[in-house]
Nanobody, 115 residues
Framework: QVQLVESGGGLVQPGGSLRLSCAAS????????MAWYRQDPGKQRELVAH???????DYKDSVKGRFTISRDDAKGMMYLQMTSLKFEDTAVYYC?????????WGKGTQVTVSS
């Protein structure tokens, strides 16, 4: 069982940037599509971005051109570079496989966009 650990969140002004990190293990990542999700209180968790096992990314329409997902399987790490942040990006961000492992969800990292 791998417990995912997200980090890098924080308080940022609109238009600012953050880089989120997801610590897993090489065996958890390699060969699997991985994803970033986010959840606002009272709302369902939503898929923000995913990256295939061979490195092809895809994004939710509202973050295209602003977010960049990447992975380093050898280090067991995945990243989400977020730029031009908007109020509506405020949420707790989680990482997992694109087909999530239920027993691997981490605590997430809070991103708050506020002036």
């Amino acid at each position: 069982q791998v417990q995912l650990v997200e980090s890098g969140g924080g308080l940022v002004q609109p238009g600012g940037s953050l880089r989120l990190s997801c610590a897993a293990s090489e065996s958890f990542l390699r060969g699997y599509a991985m994803a970033w999700y986010r959840q606002d209180p009272g709302k369902q968790r939503e898929l923000v971005a995913h990256i295939t096992g061979d490195g092809r990314p895809d994004y939710k329409d509202s973050v295209k051109g602003r977010f960049t997902i990447s992975r380093d399987d050898a280090k067991g790490m995945m990243y989400l570079q977020m730029t031009s942040l908007k109020f509506e990006d405020t949420a707790v961000y989680y990482c997992n496989r694109l087909v999530p492992r239920r027993d691997s969800w981490g605590k997430g990292t809070q991103v708050t966009v506020s002036s």
